[in-house]
Every structure is written in C-alpha cells, then in structure tokens.
C-alpha cells in the first residue's frame, strides 16, 4: 500500500497578528482532501503550520498508514526533529510550548510518519493548495468544490474527522 503524502500550510497576517488559518492536503488513493480551518487571534503562521501537521498526523493515524508530510515551515520541522532533544533536555523556548507538545504527542503517536521540507510558493501542487486554503481559513472562507473534498473542521472533534472519512470511503 502506498503511503499517505500531505502537504501542510499556515496563513497569518503577520502585520496584525489576528487570525491564522491552517489546512492540510491528503493524497490517499489518488483522492484529493482537503481539511482547513480558522485559528483566533493572537495566532501567527508557525502556529498555523503546527497545528495543521499536529492535525494532520492525528488524521492520518486513523487510517494506520504510512505517512509522509511535506511542509514549507523549518520551525515545524526543526520542533519535531533537530531541536526536540534539546527543548526536552534543556527546557522549552518561551512561545507555542502547549502546540509544540500536542505536535510531539500527535507524532509520537503517529509512528509512522516522516516530515520532508518543501520550498513554498515554489509550483509545488500540493503546497500550493494548502496555502490557498489555509488563507481561506484565516479569512472564516468556506468554499465547496465540485468533484473535490473540502472540510472545515473542529480540531477538537476527532469523531467527525473519522466519520467524514468514511463517508468518502477511505
């Protein structure tokens, strides 16, 4: 079985330090889905870009797949790999240390997942159609797509996500 592939974005207004949104694009069987949300201020897009692996793995864990997560944040990834031992040895940095947790949670829990760095707004496909709508998460922007598989959801709500995945029949 193939793995999962996803690609994982953040959006924020950096000026204003309001809202943030977040998406994630899964590729699983050649189905494209779409999953994206809001975040309230003060939110910034490191925490945009957490959140979405963070949910992305937890996601991604219900269907007990291999997976492999593309994102466009070295924050993110530095917080799950080259800096984890040190955070956990020699304390936590100052900001997001409850989202940094929740993301070490949701990976270690995981198991099988890799995280890979893409460059952003570079012509990745899947990069660019998470950023597209984890700025239409930052604006509340709710669309649906003909022939695709848009979601808002509640991070909160894992039931609904595992419903909504069965209903597509993944």
């Not at 193939?2 to 899964?26: C, E, R």
């Not at 080259?82 to 955070?87: A, V």
């Not at 952003?120 to 922007?141: I, M, P, Q, T």
């Amino acid at each position: 079985m193939l793995p999962i592939k996803m690609y994982t974005d953040g959006s924020s207004d950096n000026i204003k330090k309001k809202d943030a949104g977040w998406a994630f694009v899964m590729n699983v069987d050649s189905k494209p889905i779409v999953f994206y949300g809001h975040l309230p201020p003060p939110s910034t897009n490191n925490i945009g870009e957490m959140f979405a692996v963070a949910f992305g793995l937890r996601i991604s864990k219900l269907l007990k797949r291999y997976c492999i997560i593309y994102s466009d944040s070295e924050y993110t990834i530095n917080s799950l790999g080259k800096w984890r031992m040190n955070w956990e040895t020699n304390g936590m940095p100052n900001k997001n240390q409850e989202l940094i947790r929740m993301l070490w949670r949701a990976n270690d829990e995981h198991g099988k997942a890799e995280l890979r760095w893409v460059k952003g707004h570079s012509g990745n496909k899947g990069n660019e159609l998470a950023d597209e709508y984890a700025g239409k998460g930052r604006k509340k922007d709710l669309v649906n797509m003909d022939g695709k598989y848009i979601k808002l959801i509640s991070f909160n709500d894992m039931q609904e996500a595992e419903d909504y995945l069965l209903r597509l029949g993944v």
